[in-house]
């Protein structure tokens, strides 16, 4: 069955980095983009941007142009998300996701990844 | 951006009760050449990842109970829940996907009354 397995909880400090990976399995990662979105606590979806997992091209929306990065291992079918220069308002769980083979919707999420940035 | 823009915020319900929440976008996702709203209905309950519910405004996903019913066109979508469970009580969302970046609603939680 379609798995996205992500790492494990964070805690930072305000000015490091940090990299959350998406471990794909049970489909060929490259068939399909993986996006990105995140919800800082207590509030709604924010959706990220995505990566064209052919290309290793990524998209960012308007708020995560700086900063962020979207990366692949493809060998490994991982998507990576790199946080630059933490700050404390990037404290949010952060979900990698992929669209359904039909379905227009999201239908597969990872479990999702609880990063906090705390001095 | 397409804005999503979900009502009411939150809504306390009764089980048995029929629920319905409103989704509108700031432009139409009626894609003209396929006939299909490019809109979809998510589930988030405390401490999980969310789950789609349906798809194209009114397709529900396989396993997913008849009571939940997507509808709409346009700019204008409806989720409806026929006879709420107590298994329902979550934050529910609208995401369109007809044009980037794609964009969520505010979400409606249902809270038992």
């Known amino acids: 069955q379609i798995q996205l397995v992500q790492s494990g909880p964070e805690l930072k400090k305000p000015g490091e980095s940090l990299k959350i990976s998406c471990k794909a399995s049970?489909?060929?990662?490259?068939?399909?983009?993986m996006q990105w979105v995140k919800q800082a606590p207590g509030k709604g979806l924010q959706y990220m941007g995505w990566i064209n997992t052919q290309t290793g091209k990524p998209t960012y929306a308007d708020d995560f142009k700086e900063r962020f990065v979207f990366s692949l291992e493809t060998s490994a079918s991982t998507a990576y998300l790199q946080i630059n220069n933490l700050k404390n308002e990037d404290t949010a769980t952060y979900f990698c996701a992929r669209r359904g083979t039909t379905t227009g919707g999201f239908a597969y999420w990872g479990q999702g990844t609880l990063v906090t940035v705390s001095s | 951006d397409i804005v999503m823009t979900q009502t009411p915020s939150s809504q306390a319900v009764s089980a048995g009760e029929k629920v319905t929440m409103s989704c509108k976008s700031s432009q139409s996702l009626l894609y003209s050449e396929n006939k299909k709203n490019y809109l979809a209905w998510y589930q988030q309950k405390p401490g999980q990842s969310p789950k789609l519910l349906i798809s194209w405004a009114s397709t529900r996903e396989s396993g997913v109970p008849d009571r939940f019913i997507g509808s709409g066109s346009g700019t204008d979508f409806t989720l409806t829940i026929s006879s709420v469970q107590a298994e329902d009580l979550a934050v529910y969302y609208c995401?369109?996907?007809?044009?980037?970046?794609?964009?969520f609603g505010g979400g409606t939680k249902l809270e038992l009354k």
């Open positions: 049970g489909y060929t990662f490259t068939d399909y983009a």
């Open positions: 995401e369109q996907y007809y044009d980037t970046p794609w964009t």
